[in-house]
Structures are given as C-alpha cells and as structure tokens.
C-alpha cells in the first residue's frame, strides 16, 4: 500500500508539533526554578546609580556578554566554575546577561573562585595581552578612571 501525500502531512505534522509540545510547551509548565533565589536575591540585584550597577550598564555596553557568559551549565565542561545555574539566578535581571557564545571565561562565580583577585581585574581590562599573550579579548584601555572603576565593581559583585 502507499503511503499517500495527505496521510505523510498528517504524520510530519503530527511528529512536529508533538516535538513542539515536549521542547517548548513543558518546560514553560515547569515554575519550579523560576522563584528568585539566594543568589539573585543577595549577590544579583543592583541599585540603580551605584557603582555596580554603572559598571553593569558598561558591561552590557561594551559587549562584554558577547564573549563571556554569566550561566555555569551542568556538564563536564562548567565543573569548577561554580554551582550549575537556574533561572531564578536571574530574576531582577534586565536585560538577563547569560550570554550566547563563550569565548572569554565564563563570570556568572568569578569573584568567588579560588585565585581572583580583585586588584587584577583593572589591568587586565585596560591591557589583557600583558598577562595572557594569547588573549582574544580586545583592550578597554580608553575607559575613564571611574569607568574602570565601576567595571571592576561589578565584575566583584559575580559570586
């Protein structure tokens, strides 16, 4: 018998919105991690006008979140980086600066790993290849004083 064109569309269609429904609609029904934790309760909320909340307006306006990522993922990879991410890290976040790609180290616990030091953090943003001769990441160098300041404040608020 042959499968007839009508009966293939049905099918495909059938498979692809059962696809849809187990990809995006259950997850959406999940809420469990979705409450603000401790995390983003203590470590995660800025008032505004401060200098952390400055240098997160720089971090996101230099495009510092298009090479880092802020989200310590559960595989292999992450195990060190800090505890695995939810959504309730993020709750006051907005814009949620997760990231998409990482090229740099990922900062979501970076002030909280073992051999930060926050008095590196200035001069390694104004010239990254001194200490890393390999470094990718580009020189922010032209920032004012205070711009690195707050900067470095808000890359020591990531614990």
Sequence with gaps: RYV???????????????????????PLLDTTDRDPTLLADTARTYEAGSAAAIG???????????????????????????TVSIAGDYAYEDPVLRGTIRFGPDLMHVAGREGFTPDAIAPHLQDPRDARSWSNMPSYSYLSQSDLDALTIYIQTLR
């Design 56 to 82: 997160r307006n720089l971090y996101i306006a230099q495009g510092c979140a298009e090479c880092h990522s802020q989200e310590v993922r559960p595989v292999g990879t992450d195990v060190g980086l800090g």
């Design 4 to 26: 007839t064109w009508k009966r293939l569309i049905r099918g495909v269609t059938a498979v692809w919105i059962s696809a849809l429904v187990f990809s995006v609609g259950l």
